[in-house]
């Protein structure tokens, strides 16, 4: 509430109906104040005794009455000194709660009359406080404390205590509301109440932080960025500059995550109606769908160590291993072990612009009965990657890697790939979608059909086109992909049949699909569904129809899906 309400009188009147107003005024018999003084209201007193009913008026706690009567007054032929008008005007108003106008009001009545200054400062302050402005009263306030005599001193101090402790009040309402909305996904509502913490308390960085944080969720990545430096610029202690620091690699790249490290163990099962087509076994076997068709479950583990760098530069070291294990007999040779290990590089050269770079290693093994080495691979990629704005992305990937097959069974996945991508991305509040284009030249060899002798290569040139699009929520997330692939292989296939051989030009069409879906039970559970569709169409099949067709078509034409369900924890 306002410091003080020195509603002051006009001089005094001459004897007769107004003097004795002012009478009763001073007696603390405000009605009949206001009684006396509307009775007399007439030239040349006109404007005194409207003013005088105004004061008694407002005395008497009716505020919009007296308001009534001032701007009356104010139209007499003789009305009151122009800063008491604007000064008990804005005293009207406050009372209204009014407090925009009570503040214009107050800073007028400081510009007309000096006598009034630091007051009406001090009144302006308060009305600016409790319209939701703490920085203006702050603003005000320092005028008042700079034109206050030493017998106001007090005063001031007293609003200054009183803009600190009720902003930090206020500010701790509006924090606690601002978590309530972030934890139900309501993030614009959420960003509202941590601005308006900040603005209340202007020390305490966390409601940055947190503004910053629901900006990020919102996808509005520069005002994220905005509230995130200038949070770091005010009071947090060491777990809150973390979670800022966090945030902003997070916006200045996709390596580090809002943990120095983290562990994710994933279990699942599902149905693969073809195992053979894993792109290692592709065409080596003739074997029906049918035949192949198996129950399969996979185990995976990955960790990952983030260690900060600097708030330009992320790093990550991660291993990974994948089980794949084909449940029925006939598929059992076809489950695969792999482990990798990779680390990355990231650097943010400007606010929205970043490269990066990687190194990983990989070993793969195959077989149950026959368990042994599959692929040895080594390889490096490069990144660039640029924000046009809050909402798009453009990103450039180039990588090269040497493969080493291990059991000779498998020399003919020596050699190395090259791939080349660009991928845009657009993003629009939980909704994003990227499309992409990707070369491939795949330099490996061709391995030896054991019946017919037909060679079937697996060196190709590929150019693929997809899109893939994620809606998350505060119950999961769903997402979608689809994409076109075209492979032109480097050497020809030889078809025999018993009574001979051709050669001809391997051309493969590759229509591929999928969704995924994900949900948390906990903060660290999860349960998810996946669905994976390969179309692949060769025109080597002698018009055939792939695997459906007859014993002779070497499997080149089929089609892949594959269903899993999962559960997945992290730490």
């Known amino acids: 509430m306002i410091a003080v309400l020195a509603l002051a009188a006009a001089t005094a009147a001459p004897p007769g109906p107004l003097q004795a107003a002012e009478t009763a005024f001073a007696q603390g018999d405000y009605q009949r104040a206001d009684a006396l003084a509307t009775a007399a209201a007439e030239p040349p007193q006109q404007g005194a005794a409207l003013y005088l009913a105004a004061l008694a008026r407002f005395r008497s706690g009716h505020p919009s009455e007296a308001l009534e009567a001032l701007d009356l007054a104010q139209r007499a032929s003789d009305p009151p000194a122009a800063g008491l008008f604007h000064y008990n005007r804005a005293a009207c108003l406050y009372e209204l ?7 214009a009001e107050y800073l007028t009545a400081a510009s007309l009359d000096p006598s009034l200054a630091t007051l009406s400062l001090v009144n302006a302050s308060y009305a600016a406080l409790d319209g939701g402005s703490p920085e203006r009263a702050r603003q005000i306030a320092r ?40 934890d139900a996904g309501r993030f614009e509502e959420a960003r509202g109440h941590f601005r308006r913490a900040s603005e209340l308390d202007p020390a305490d960085g966390r409601s940055l932080i947190m503004s910053g944080a629901s900006s990020f969720r919102l996808g509005a990545r520069g005002e994220a960025r905005a509230d995130l430096n200038e949070s770091l610029r005010r009071r947090l202690d060491e777990d809150d500059a973390r979670t800022a620091h966090d945030y902003l690699q997070a916006l200045a790249g996709g390596l580090p995550s809002r943990k120095g490290w983290e562990g994710a163990v994933r279990l699942a099962a599902g149905f693969d109606n073809d195992p053979l087509q894993t792109g290692f076994f592709e065409g080596v076997a003739r074997r029906s769908p049918t035949e192949n068709a198996s129950g399969v479950a996979t185990a995976d583990v990955a960790l990952a160590v983030r260690p900060r760098l600097s708030d330009a530069l992320g790093a990550e070291i991660a291993y990974v291993f994948n089980q794949v294990a084909y449940l029925t007999d006939a598929a059992s040779d076809l489950s695969l072990q792999q482990h990798e290990l990779a680390s990355a590089l990231e650097l943010a050269i400007r606010d ?11 070993v793969s093994f195959t077989g149950v009965s026959r368990f042994r080495g599959l692929q040895a691979v080594a390889g490096a990629s490069a990144w660039a990657a640029i924000d046009e704005g809050d909402w798009t992305t ?30 845009q991305q657009v993003r629009f509040k939980s909704l994003s979608l990227d499309v992409g284009y990707r070369l491939r030249a795949e330099l490996i060899g061709s391995s030896l059909q054991t019946a017919g002798a037909s060679q079937n290569p697996f060196a190709y040139l590929g150019n693929a086109l997809w899109a893939s699009t994620r809606i998350t929520g505060a119950y999961g997330s769903f997402d979608v992909t689809a994409g076109y692939e075209s492979r032109s292989y480097f050497d020809d296939v030889l078809v025999s049949d018993g009574r001979g051989g051709s050669d001809r030009h391997r051309n493969d069409r590759r229509w591929f699909g999928g969704f995924s879906a994900s949900t948390a039970l906990t903060k660290s559970l999860s349960l998810s569904m996946r669905y994976d569709l390969l179309l692949n169409r060769s025109d080597t099949e002698s018009g055939s129809s792939g695997p459906r067709g007859s014993a002779t078509s070497d499997a080149r034409s089929y089609d892949r899906h594959l269903l899993m369900v999962g559960t997945t924890v992290t730490w």
């Open 97 to 103: 709660e009014r407090f925009g106008e009570a503040e």
């Open 143 to 182: 005028r008042a404390r700079a034109s206050a005599k030493s017998a106001e001193a007090d005063l001031v101090a007293d609003l200054e205590s009183n803009i600190g402790v009720k902003g930090s009040e206020r500010a701790t309402a509006e924090y606690r509301e601002g978590l309530a909305a972030y």
């Open 394 to 423: 453009t990103r450039v990937d180039v990588g090269w890697m040497r493969k080493q097959g291990i059991d000779s069974d498998f020399d003919y996945l020596t050699g190395s790939r090259t791939d080349a991508a660009l991928t």
């Open 352 to 362: 929205n612009l970043r490269i990066g770079a990687a190194l990983s290693g990989q």
